[in-house]
């Protein structure tokens, strides 16, 4: 585990019961890994106004939890 991919785990069982077909996050660069990790999609990429990376994720909740 980790409390992590509990909490993403639950973000992700809180936007399905919602009826959310789709759920987003934007991480700076230091999280990036965690949610490519757990089968999070990256989309687009940015830098912040205070010079850090940001990058847009996504997941299709209706594909068994994975967005490809």
């Given amino acids: ?5 509990a909490l993403n785990a639950e973000f992700l ?3 399905a ?3 959310a ?3 987003e996050v934007v991480a700076d ?3 990036s890994g ?3 990790r757990t089968g999070w999609r990256c ?4 830098t912040a106004r205070d010079g850090r990376s940001l990058r847009w994720f ?5 594909d068994g939890g994975r967005d490809r």
């Fill in 1 to 5: 585990g980790g409390a992590g991919k």
């Fill in 13 to 15: 069982r809180i936007c």
């Fill in 17 to 19: 019961a919602g009826d």
């Fill in 21 to 23: 077909t789709r759920a």
């Fill in 29 to 31: 660069g230091a999280a």
């Fill in 34 to 36: 965690f949610y490519e």
């Fill in 43 to 46: 989309g687009r990429a940015a």
């Fill in 58 to 62: 996504s997941m299709d909740l209706h």
